[in-house]
């Protein structure tokens, strides 16, 4: 089975330059996140998605960062102006109920895609 | 204080070691325990499952939950080069679709042939 599709996988802005990230779930998988990792650390949750609905974005810095999910498939994260310490890398996972074989099985993992390199200068 | 504290590393061990790698963790509510194993320049990958206190084993690794002193431990046996890579603890309180996972910092270990 596919997993989950970033793109792209590496970026480098200037400050005040916008950017966006783009993210294809494992087909079926109702749930979906943003993460970001900064060098040295865990990844933080910025957003999570059920289908296209919005259920945590407590650590979204709304001012500059924005994500959608159309059609609760796809989605995309944006960041508009870019700042020095957004350089990180931007991860994307998802997970959640999904058919298999007309089953209804829910998944409590979470699958995390290659995540996109961003770099702020 | 941060809610998961995981020591960074780094941690090198020769081929064939046991490797023991630690977290603690100061929220009571986290009832859902995991490992992931993630390589340079890749996404992480789950390695191990717990629920509650207790044990799980599969094949060289094992992993440990101990809720009364809020401390996790992922044990490798027999370890290999391959085991190279940064191994980051996650916890949550809720499983499903509503879980949400808060990471440790993530411990960078080297295996030496």
């Known amino acids: 089975e596919a997993g989950v599709a970033q793109s792209p996988r590496y970026k480098i802005i200037e400050k005040r330059q916008s950017v966006a990230f783009w993210c294809n779930p494992i087909s079926g998988h109702a749930t979906l996140y943003w993460y970001q990792q900064i060098l040295g650390q865990g990844p933080k949750l910025l957003i999570q998605f059920q289908n296209n609905g919005v259920v945590d974005d407590s650590q979204l810095p709304k001012d500059r960062f924005s994500a959608e999910r159309l059609k609760g498939v796809d989605s995309t994260l944006k960041i508009q102006p870019a700042k020095l310490e957004d350089s990180a890398v931007y991860l994307c996972?998802?997970?959640?109920?999904?058919?298999?074989?007309?089953?209804?099985?829910?998944?409590?993992?979470?699958?995390f895609g290659p995540g996109t390199r961003l770099t702020v200068l | 204080q941060k809610e998961v504290e995981q020591d960074p590393g780094p941690l090198s061990v020769p081929e064939g070691a046991i490797v023991s790698l630690n977290c603690t963790y100061s929220n009571s509510a986290f009832q859902y325990f995991m490992w992931y194993r993630q390589y340079s320049r890749k996404g992480p990958e789950l390695l191990m499952y717990t629920y509650s206190s207790g044990n799980k084993e599969d094949g060289r690794f094992t992993a440990q939950v101990d809720k009364s002193s809020k401390y996790i431990s992922l044990f490798i046996r027999d370890s290999q080069p391959s085991d190279s890579a940064t191994y980051l603890c996650a916890m949550s309180v809720n499983t499903g679709t509503a879980s949400k996972l808060t990471f440790g910092t993530g411990t960078r270990l080297q295996v030496t042939l």
């Open positions: 996972a998802s997970g959640g109920a999904r058919l298999a074989g007309g089953h209804q099985r829910i998944t409590d993992t979470q699958y």
